[in-house]
């Protein structure tokens, strides 16, 4: 497998000190990584694909030999708490969601999973946010965007549907919104706009309609801010081209972005008194 370089300055745009906070390697606690699930086996060869990005580029962020396992919240084996449960020496390990938004799945569902594993077997577990917002993730929408054919050098006439699993939660379609506003102020496309696969609108078909009614410049694209291919990418993908987009981007799936996340996320959550000794000799 071939896995991109990231631009070292890219990598050291990050909110922690590597070199302070990674944890010595016989104390480093496994990364349990948690997806959502699905019944497409796209899905779960994406996660492993991803976490196999995840170990190789551990190397650079000094992390080599890392213990990295999935689990899955639905649909797939093993689930979190067997996940857990399969964790070696004193069962402590970092639990990452690999979600996108801060919504019912990371605010409840893993919370809750991770009391009843604890109820039934005592476990040392910190748990990560959420992979966004984080500005890799833009970074990866854009290596898709041109993965899918689009010039992004005419970026300047090109308006981008940014479409979504879409949540019952109204701060998690926010989040959304936000970073569609965000990538238009920041990376210069003519138009950002927000669509929803489902529970809230506008729809893709809705939002790329809209656009090319509007009287865009240039072309209109949809980019899949979804971690892995399955219902929501297919149907995000069929909608976009049926309403007249000249590309729809796969989705982000085993970027190198998406792993370097993850790993920051990982950092970020390992207990304080584990990088304490490094942190006093750094």
């Known amino acids: 497998m071939r896995h991109p370089r990231l631009n070292p300055a890219v990598l050291n745009r990050t909110a922690l000190n590597r070199t302070a906070l990674n944890p010595a390697a016989g104390n480093r606690r496994p990364l349990v990584a948690v997806a959502h699930g699905s019944q497409d086996p796209r899905a779960a060869a994406t996660v492993s694909e991803l976490l196999a990005v995840v170990r190789y580029r551990a190397v650079a962020w000094g992390l080599g030999g890392l213990d990295v396992k999935a689990a899955f919240l639905d649909h797939c084996a ?3 708490p067997q996940a857990l449960s399969a964790v070696g020496g004193d069962g402590a390990c970092v639990v990452v969601p690999l979600l996108l938004t801060a919504a019912y799945h990371s605010k409840s569902d893993i919370p809750a999973q991770l009391a009843a594993a604890s109820a039934a077997t005592p476990v040392d577990v910190s748990c990560a946010g959420p992979l966004g917002p984080h500005p890799l993730l833009l970074a990866a929408l854009e290596r898709r965007l ?10 300047a006439r090109t308006s981008v549907v ?3 699993a879409g949540s019952s939660d109204p701060a998690a379609n926010a989040a959304i919104a936000a970073l569609a506003a965000r990538w238009q102020a920041t990376r210069g496309w003519h138009a950002v706009v927000p669509a929803y696969a489902s ?6 078909d809705e939002a790329v309609r ?5 009287g865009a410049p240039g072309p209109v694209v949809v980019a899949t801010y979804l971690l892995a291919p399955g219902y929501f990418a297919d149907k995000v993908r ?6 007249g987009a000249a590309a729809v981007s796969p989705a982000l799936g085993a970027a190198p972005e998406i792993a370097d996340v993850v790993l920051e996320r990982y950092l970020a959550a390992v207990p304080a008194e584990v990088c304490a000794p490094l942190v006093a000799r750094a």
């Open 78 to 80: 093993p689930s979190l």
């Open 146 to 155: 041109a993965d899918a054919g689009v010039d992004r050098s005419a970026r």
């Open 162 to 164: 940014l479409a979504a």
């Open 199 to 204: 529970a809230a609108g506008p729809r893709p």
């Open 210 to 214: 809209a656009l090319l009614a509007g």
């Open 238 to 243: 069929a909608a976009g081209l049926g309403a």
